[in-house]
């Protein structure tokens, strides 16, 4: 029995010391001049190359659909009117950002 106990122990463990390796999604977007830039990556350093980034507006209508370039960018005009940027790694929750937080 104490073998069995041992080895569940050292399962959870190693799922523990796992989820306290876990990365999450970040982005950051800067409006300058009309145009907005948004680059996006995980919280260890990981690039996001070709990552869906998606522009809506408050009805969830899509304006833009964008993905990230090799330097996990993307670089779009600013849309009229009120807007966020959403970008989903597939990986945890999507991190969005208002436009007038930019």
Not at 47 to 64: C, G, M, Q, S
């Amino acid at each position: 029995m104490k073998a069995v106990t041992k080895a569940l122990f050292l399962v959870v463990v190693g799922l523990l010391s796992q989820t306290v390796q876990a990365h999450f999604p970040i982005m950051t977007c800067e409006l300058e001049n009309g145009m907005i830039r948004c680059e996006t990556g995980f919280s260890d350093g990981s690039l996001t190359v070709n990552k869906p980034v998606t522009v809506l507006d408050y009805d969830d209508e899509i304006l833009l659909q964008l993905k990230t370039d090799s330097a996990s960018a993307v670089e779009f005009s600013a849309p009229e009117g009120e807007y966020y940027i959403r970008f989903d790694s597939g990986h945890e929750q999507p991190v969005e950002i208002d436009y007038d937080e930019l």
